[in-house]
């Protein structure tokens, strides 16, 4: 149990070009999902927390209208990254959580690599 | 803030030995949750074990192990009887227990398993 999917795995995008990513709890409601971002050698960095149905809250730094969020229901999330940008290129994971334990554990998506052009 | 120190970037065990990540972290709550998540090449995170910080008993998920020291704010994993499967990046994180709380993640140690 407690699986999440992400799509795509990896794209390749021209730079100027919007990108939807899907996150996908298989087996789980997820109350709460997560978007990180992930440098080569690097720790997991929070971009941004989406509840179901209401607006995604973006950590310090984060461009909100860069990174757009939508969790429309309790097994899908979506990031949108809108008008890419080299700089975007990045590993992109989510995770969702859903009260499934005492510790409300995460559990993580496969990642997406995103490359732009 | 919470703060999550991983010092050792690199470590590298033999199969079948044991080997011990250290994490600390700092926190003004008095309960919170500790992670430790395993990422291997594929780069999918795998939750190897959690702990409740109001429980005292260390938990224990078959060959990995935590030795949490709470007053020390202290939380190393122990892996015993290494296996070459176990080469891995390995993350400590700290959660606040409420629902809708990230992870804060340490930077990582990355552990290599040699024959």
């Known amino acids: 149990g407690a699986v999440v999917s992400q799509h795509p795995s990896r794209v390749i995008c021209k730079s100027g070009t919007s990108v939807k990513i899907e996150c996908r709890s298989l087996d789980f409601q997820a109350t709460t999902m997560f978007w990180y971002r992930q440098f080569p050698k690097q720790s997991l960095m929070l971009m941004a927390t989406?509840?179901?149905?209401?607006?995604?809250?973006?950590e310090q730094g984060v461009e909100k209208d860069k990174f757009l969020i939508n969790h429309a229901s309790l097994t899908l999330s979506t990031l949108t990254v809108t008008s890419a940008h080299p700089e975007d290129s990045s590993f992109y994971i989510c995770?969702?959580?859903?009260?499934?334990?005492?510790?409300?554990?995460?559990?993580f998506g496969p990642g997406t690599r995103l490359t732009v052009l | 803030a919470q703060t999550v120190t991983q010092s050792q970037p690199e470590m590298s065990v033999q199969e079948a030995e044991t080997v011990t990540l250290s994490c600390t972290y700092d926190?003004?709550?008095?309960?919170?949750?500790l992670f430790w998540y395993k990422q291997p090449p594929s780069r999918q995170m795998i939750l190897v074990i959690r702990?409740?910080?109001?429980?005292?008993q260390n938990a224990t998920e078959n060959r990995f192990s935590v030795n949490f020291q709470k007053a020390a704010k202290s939380f190393s994993l122990k892996i015993s009887d290494s296996q070459l499967g176990d080469t891995a990046m390995y993350f400590c994180a700290f959660m606040k227990p409420y629902s809708g709380y990230a992870l804060n993640f340490g930077k990582g140690t990355s552990l290599l398993v040699t024959p």
């Open positions: 926190t003004s709550e008095s309960n919170y949750y």
């Open positions: 995770s969702a959580s859903g009260g499934l334990d005492s510790t409300d554990t995460q559990y």
């Open positions: 989406s509840n179901e149905g209401s607006k995604a809250t973006y």
């Open positions: 702990q409740e910080a109001y429980k005292q």
